[in-house]
């Protein structure tokens, strides 16, 4: 047993106790799942309601699924709203930043300190386990809803490279969705209190990350600006490319730039810890 | 407990009169009697609630931006949509700024449930589990009165003034735009104004007779996450629900069963009138459901809450 082993060893414990931890609550975690693609009704009611009104305007008798807007039909829309549940299922970290700030706001980090565990290490841990027992039990739910609407995806199942490619964006969006918050919660160590600045990153990645609606739809000036910001990884790039918008050279840079990101913010977010804990105080017990 | 002690401080106003300081017990003695003690309790959660809300001011002003960002971001969306469509739905009649007039409604409807019922309604949940809603219960009040409004979040009337703004400015587009103009006159405000009243109601009941179930159910945390469910369905013109079997399906439970799809939509179709000049028969019959339908929620909220008070238990202390 090397050194090597004993940290194996521990990242497995921190591993498994996580996913015991999640196991607890199955049964809402699964409703609450079905629950969260009700809004999903509206949408295809909405969007349907967008689409057919563009069809009357172009004569009557023309089929609502031939218009389309910035290339996407009715069919593309609701299957984009679906896969960004998808993209979001893995790029959404649920108390993350929160979690880190608290646990600096109350000292609770003296215990990495002291203890030979990297925080930032152990809270990925934590989060893998979390995200795959999610997966396990969101799995039911999403393959209902996926089932219940194949009819919207026009392209059908993504081919087997294409595939690969969304497999690598999906992980890449949880690295990136995971180190972007957890720098936006290591700030706490210069501001104490995040919140506010944690509902504005939000607020900004709700809506630059295509979760309203796809990026492509944005006005000119406005679509080149996101193109250059991180948000998009989270929600808009995987669901193009499960859609198949994304396809050869540009799926391959698209990935390359995304984990040049990731790359980017987990040093950003080690920097951050680094500094931070020449500024932390822990005082009492 | 800081709800009691700002009562006292309320009712026993120290005045200052040539040096002296006089507690007025006038004040004490009508919260005890007459018909007016709910007026002036109301006035004391007005008061309670906006001293807490100024003692963190810029925490305050920071939820005011946050919220008044998140509309902003709703009416960008649809901006958007409307570069690529003239209206939401085949012939319905909701161009742009009658839309929009449409989204102010919702944007005023849902600030105002958002400061004035959600908190209380959450709380009322809370209290139950607690087991302090004996203290409600012990006092000379009615109790659906007490628990519904000692609370309220200030900031999130931010939203209410975009929405009266938006409305105001897509109401005057729609007048003085060139063909059909809009007709406009007292009496749209007078019916606009009722018809909001009549949406509050209705979401207030459907909010209280959900809160009240947790007598029975224990807990009831989920009460946000039913709202934004709810919000998702009301905030939309119910025609877009008109199509297909399913779409049918939704539109009659959402209109006659729970039916919050009247709270916007009847009042943002009385004042844009999407299908000018006039009422057409479907509108004059949706406002008469709204009104039935807001005694018919109001009555069975009434009746839901006492019989929820009836079986509960207290909590052990």
């Known amino acids: 047993m090397s050194a090597l082993g004993s940290r194996l060893n521990l990242w497995w414990a921190i591993f498994r106790v996580s996913v015991e931890e999640r196991l607890v609550y199955r049964g809402d975690f699964a409703f609450g799942t079905l629950m969260r693609f009700l809004p999903m009704l509206t949408q295809i009611f909405l969007w349907w309601a967008i689409f057919d009104a563009m069809a009357a305007r172009q004569g009557d008798g023309t089929d609502v699924n031939a218009i389309r807007i910035k290339g996407y039909n009715l069919h593309d829309m609701i299957a984009y709203m679906l896969l960004v549940m998808l993209a979001r299922a893995f790029s959404s970290m649920p108390g993350l930043t929160s979690g880190i700030a608290t646990s600096i706001q109350k000292g609770e980090i003296k215990k990495f300190l002291i203890q030979p565990v990297d925080m930032l290490g152990s809270l990925l841990l934590q989060r893998i386990a979390h995200k795959l027992v999610y997966y396990l039990i969101a799995i039911g739910p999403f393959a209902l809803v996926f089932f219940l609407c194949r009819s919207f995806f026009d392209a059908g199942f993504p081919a087997p490279d294409q595939l690969l490619g969304l497999v690598l964006v999906l992980i890449g969006s949880f690295l990136l969705g995971f180190a972007m918050e957890a720098c936006l919660g290591l700030v706490a160590f210069w501001l104490l209190e995040v919140s506010s600045l944690a509902f504005i990153f939000m607020l900004l990645s709700f809506f630059l990350s295509g979760h309203m609606f796809p990026l492509d739809l944005m006005p000119a000036p406005l679509d080149w600006i996101i193109g250059l910001l991180p948000f998009q990884y989270l929600a808009y790039f995987p669901s193009a490319v499960a859609l198949g918008k994304v396809t050869g050279e540009e799926l391959v840079w698209g990935i390359v730039v995304q984990y040049l990101w990731v790359i980017g913010f987990w040093v950003l977010c080690r920097w951050l810890w680094v500094r931070g804990l020449t500024r932390y105080g822990g005082y009492g017990g | ?317």
Not at chain 2, 73 to 98: A, C, H, P, Q
Request: glycine share 6%; with cysteine.
């Open chain 2, 1 to 317: 407990m800081a709800n009691e002690k700002a009562t006292e401080s309320d009712f026993c106003k120290p005045t200052s009169k040539l040096g002296t300081i006089q507690i007025e017990p006038e004040g004490i003695r009508d919260l005890r009697t007459g018909p007016l003690v709910y007026w002036r309790v109301f006035r004391t959660f007005v008061r309670n609630s906006l001293v807490r809300a100024m003692g963190f001011r810029a925490n305050f002003w920071l939820e005011c931006v946050s919220s008044v960002c998140w509309t902003v971001m709703n009416l960008v969306f649809f901006k958007i949509v409307f570069t690529y469509t003239d209206s939401i739905g085949r012939d319905t009649g909701w161009g742009e700024n009658e839309f929009f007039v449409f989204l102010g409604t919702t944007w005023i409807i849902t600030s105002l449930i958002q400061t004035f019922v959600m908190p209380n309604a959450q709380e009322f949940s809370e209290l139950i589990r607690t087991g302090q809603l004996d203290f409600a219960l012990l006092k000379p009040i009615d109790t659906q009165f007490l628990i519904s409004f000692p609370q309220m979040v200030w900031s999130n009337l931010a939203n209410l003034f975009l929405g009266v703004f938006l409305v105001i400015y897509s109401v005057y587009l729609l007048t003085t735009n060139a063909e059909n103009p809009l007709p406009f006159g007292v009496g749209h405000v007078v019916l606009y104004v009722l018809f909001l009243g009549c949406g509050l109601a209705i979401l207030y009941s459907v909010m209280i007779a959900m809160a009240a179930t947790s007598i029975w159910l224990g807990r009831n945390q989920t009460l946000y996450t039913f709202w934004f469910y709810l919000t998702n369905f009301y905030r939309q013109p119910m025609e877009i629900y008109q199509q297909g079997f399913w779409g049918w399906a939704l539109w009659g439970l959402f209109t006659f069963v729970v039916p919050i799809l009247l709270v916007v939509n009847v009042p943002a179709r009385i004042l844009a009138e999407p299908l000018r000049p006039g009422w057409d028969e479907r509108t004059w019959a949706l406002a008469g459901l709204t009104v039935l339908a807001t005694c018919v929620t109001m009555a069975i909220a009434r009746f839901v809450f006492q019989a929820a008070l009836a079986s509960y238990r207290s909590a052990s202390s």
